[in-house]
C-alpha cells in the first residue's frame, strides 16, 4: 500500500526566511505523481505545487519549489522569502498514473513569526 | 476563478439519524470526490464518481454510505445511519482528468455526530 509520511507536525520560520518541509512517501511503482496542497485556517485546501515521477527536473512555482529525490522517495517542499499569509497546514500527497484517489501525509502547521 | 462549494459548513446529527452533504464541483470538470478528516487524523479517500458511477472507493465506505449527482451540478455524499465515528471534516473535490491534474477541493462540511 502507498503511504506518505511527513514527519514534522509544526513548523515555524522567520517572516522572510526559507523553510524546508519534508515528505517522504513509500511506493512500489515508478509512474506516479506528488503534490503539496495548503490549507489555511477555515479555508480549502488550495494546490500549491505538483511532481511528474518521471520528470527530474525540480518543479518551481515562484516562491516554492520542490526537492524531488525519486530514488530516496523523498519529496520535500522549500518556501524562500516566507509571507504572513504562508501561514497554514501543508498537506503532501501522492497519485498513481491513472489512479483517482490521493493519498495524503498527516500534515505540518506552519507557523510565519512576523 | 471557479471553486467547488460545499453545504452546510457545519452539520450537527443525531447518532442514528441520515446525513446528506452537499457538493457543488466546478463545471466543467468530470471526476468527482469525497475525503474526509477525522480531528487530528489524515485526510482519507472515501469514493471518487466518474460518468455517473462510483469508479474507485475505500474500505470506509461501506453500504453506509452513497454518493450521487441528482442533476447536472450537484453531487452529494449520504450517511444512512450515523455513527458516533463518522464525526469528522468532509471534504468533496473535483478535477478535469484523473491522475496528474490537480484535484480542487471545497472548504469541507463539518460533520458532529451526538
Known amino acids: 500500500a502507498q503511504t506518505v509520511t511527513q514527519s514534522q507536525p509544526e513548523m515555524s520560520v522567520q517572516e522572510a526566511e526559507t523553510v524546508t518541509l519534508s515528505c517522504t512517501y513509500d511506493?512500489?511503482?515508478?509512474?506516479?505523481?506528488l503534490f503539496w496542497y495548503k490549507q489555511p485556517p477555515s479555508r480549502q485546501m488550495i494546490l500549491v505545487i505538483r511532481?511528474?515521477?518521471?520528470?527530474?527536473q525540480n518543479a518551481t512555482e515562484n516562491r516554492f519549489s520542490v526537492n524531488f529525490q525519486k530514488a530516496a522517495k523523498s519529496f520535500s517542499l522549500k518556501i524562500s522569502d516566507s509571507q504572513l499569509g504562508d501561514a497554514a497546514m501543508y498537506f503532501c500527497a501522492y497519485t498513481l498514473q491513472g489512479a483517482q484517489k490521493l493519498v495524503f501525509g498527516q500534515g505540518t502547521r506552519l507557523t510565519i513569526n512576523p | 476563478e471557479p471553486e467547488v462549494t460545499q453545504t452546510p459548513s457545519h452539520q450537527v446529527t443525531q447518532m442514528g439519524q441520515e446525513v446528506i452533504l452537499r457538493c457543488v464541483p466546478i463545471s466543467n470538470h468530470l471526476y468527482f470526490y469525497w475525503y474526509r478528516q477525522i480531528l487530528g487524523q489524515k485526510v482519507e479517500f472515501l469514493v471518487s464518481?466518474?460518468?455517473?458511477?462510483?469508479?474507485?472507493k475505500s474500505e470506509i465506505f461501506d453500504d453506509q454510505f452513497s454518493v450521487e449527482r441528482p442533476d447536472g451540478s450537484n453531487f452529494t455524499l449520504k450517511i444512512r445511519s450515523t455513527k458516533l465515528e463518522d464525526s469528522a471534516m468532509y471534504f468533496c473535490a473535483s478535477s478535469v482528468e484523473r491522475g496528474n491534474q490537480p484535484q480542487h477541493f471545497g472548504d469541507g462540511t463539518r460533520l458532529s455526530i451526538l
Open positions: 511532481q511528474e515521477a518521471y520528470k527530474q
Open positions: 464518481f466518474y460518468n455517473n458511477e462510483i469508479s474507485e
Open positions: 511506493t512500489s511503482e515508478s509512474d506516479y505523481y
